[in-house]
């Protein structure tokens, strides 16, 4: 058994023990097929341009997530997300606005890789990579100063992106740090996760 099938092996393992699926009937095979459900909230930092009139904000985000290892080496899931991205103190004091608000609604698709469980001595986790593809639509809001005179108005549109992050799985809490790429909007999360199985079979 390879290190890509251990790591599956161990996740679906310990999932099946907290679903108390009877495994006296049915011994550990090479195989496992599953999908799970995970919710996630963490902070997102605006980085690049977008970070000079923007302040750290926050993700929440659903996500579905499904693997056969006899078909595929990795996890795809499907997210919907929801940003939020308060403007800057400092870009209040030193210009016209009085209030700059951003949202962000991502659809995602993308794939998750497990590598072999690390840490085996103090508790079982996983590393892993993921990738993944956006398209999100999108709100700004522009509010002025009274003294300039300038009407606020809502900027919208939609956007496309890319994301890469690492983290670790504990089974059923796991931890992302990853970087998102929109134009005009580049930010870094850490997300606090938490998976449950749906279905899983090995």
Known sequence: ??????????????????????????????????????????????????????????????????????????????????????????????????????????????????????LENVGLVLPYIEIAGHIAAYQKLHQFKISTYLPSYIESGTKFGVSAGVGFSMFILEMLASYTYFKSNQFVGVDLKVRLPMYVSI
């Open 1 to 118: 058994m390879n290190f890509s099938k251990s790591a599956y092996i161990v996740l679906f393992f310990c999932f099946c023990i907290l679903t108390s699926i009877n495994y006296a009937e049915k011994p550990l095979s090479d195989k496992a097929r599953g999908m799970f459900i995970c919710i996630a909230v963490g902070p997102r930092t605006p980085i690049g341009s977008f970070g000079t009139n923007s302040m750290t904000g926050i993700g929440f985000n659903a996500e579905l997530d499904y693997t056969d290892n006899e078909y595929l080496p990795i996890f795809l899931f499907a997210k919907v997300e929801f940003l939020h991205f308060p403007g800057a103190q400092e870009f209040y004091q030193s210009g016209d606005y009085s209030h700059l608000s951003t949202n962000i609604l991502p659809l995602s698709m993308g794939g998750r890789y497990y590598f072999a469980p690390i």
